[in-house]
C-alpha cells in the first residue's frame, strides 16, 4: 500500500513539469487538403499558426517551402515584449506573404503599434474582406475580426464573394462556422482559440481537441493553437501548426 501512495505521490509531482515541457513542444501537422473547386486552381502549400501568445518563434520550425502563411488570431497579448512581437514577425514574413485575422488577446497590446508593425512586415490584415490568392479571382481568402462586434461583418466580408468562386474563411474563433456556414458557401474554414482544451484529463476538457472534420460539405480544421494562455501548461492537446497542401479535387 505504501508503494503505491508513493508512487501516486511520485506521478503527481512530476505531471505539472510535463504539463510545462508539453505547453514547449513543437508540433508540425502536415495534411492534404482537397477542395470542390468549379474552376481549377493550381495547388499551394499554406501554413497556419493561430494562439501564438507568448512563444517565441525559430527559423529552425520553418523548414519547409511554403506559398502563403494564415496567422488565425491571438499571435501575441499583453505583457509580450515587443522585440519578441516583432522577431516572430520578421521570421514569418521572409518565408511567403502573411495574412492575419485578430483574435481576442491581441488587441491587450497597442493596436496602433501593433498595425505599424503589421505594415512594416507586408502583413496583410483581413478585416471583414476577403481577398483573391495568387491573381486568380476564383479562389479566394475570406477572414473576419470577429471580436470587433461590428454590425453585419460577415456579409461585408462576402460581398465580393461569388458561387463558383473556392472560398477559405478564416476566423479566430470556429463558434461562428455554423453562421457563416449557413449563409455563404465555403469550402474550407479554420480558426484556433479554443487551444483543444489546453489541459485534457482523457476525454475531459473545456473545449474538444483540434481536428479536421466535415461538418455540412465543408471542411473544417479547428487548431490546439501554438501558445497557451494564463498557464504555460498542456495536458492531452498538443500545441501545434499546420502545413496545408491544398489541391483542387479535379486535380488529385
Aim: glycine share 8%.
Amino acid at each position: 500500500m505504501k508503494k503505491l501512495i508513493f508512487a501516486g505521490l511520485a506521478i503527481g509531482a512530476a505531471l505539472p513539469f510535463q504539463m510545462v515541457r508539453n505547453a514547449f513542444a513543437i508540433n508540425l501537422r502536415r495534411q492534404a487538403i482537397g477542395l470542390q473547386a468549379s474552376k481549377p486552381f493550381q495547388p499551394f502549400d499554406m501554413m497556419f499558426i493561430s494562439d501564438v501568445h507568448r512563444r517565441a518563434l525559430r527559423e529552425s520550425m520553418f523548414r519547409f517551402p511554403v506559398d502563403i502563411i494564415v496567422i488565425g488570431g491571438d499571435f501575441t497579448e499583453g505583457g509580450v515584449p515587443w522585440k519578441r512581437v516583432e522577431a516572430n514577425l520578421d521570421i514569418l514574413s521572409r518565408l511567403a506573404p502573411v495574412y492575419f485575422v485578430w483574435g481576442n488577446n491581441d488587441r491587450e497590446m497597442d493596436e496602433t503599434k501593433l498595425r505599424e508593425l503589421f505594415a512594416k512586415y507586408n502583413v496583410k490584415v483581413l478585416e471583414d474582406e476577403s481577398i483573391p490568392l495568387f491573381g486568380q479571382r476564383h479562389l479566394r481568402l475570406v477572414g473576419i475580426d470577429y471580436f470587433a462586434y461590428k454590425e453585419n461583418s460577415v456579409e461585408a466580408a462576402f460581398s465580393e464573394v461569388q458561387k463558383s468562386d473556392t472560398v477559405i474563411f478564416v476566423s479566430h474563433t470556429p463558434f461562428v462556422f455554423k453562421k457563416v456556414r449557413d449563409r455563404h458557401k465555403i469550402d474550407f474554414a479554420l480558426a484556433g482559440h479554443t487551444h483543444g482544451g489546453q489541459i485534457r484529463f482523457g476525454k475531459l476538457g473545456i473545449y474538444r481537441p483540434g481536428r479536421t472534420e466535415i461538418a455540412d460539405g465543408v471542411v473544417q480544421l479547428i487548431s490546439n493553437g501554438f501558445g497557451t494562455t494564463k498557464l504555460p501548461m498542456r495536458l492531452g492537446a498538443d500545441p501545434e501548426f499546420h502545413l496545408l497542401t491544398v489541391y483542387p479535387l479535379e486535380e488529385r
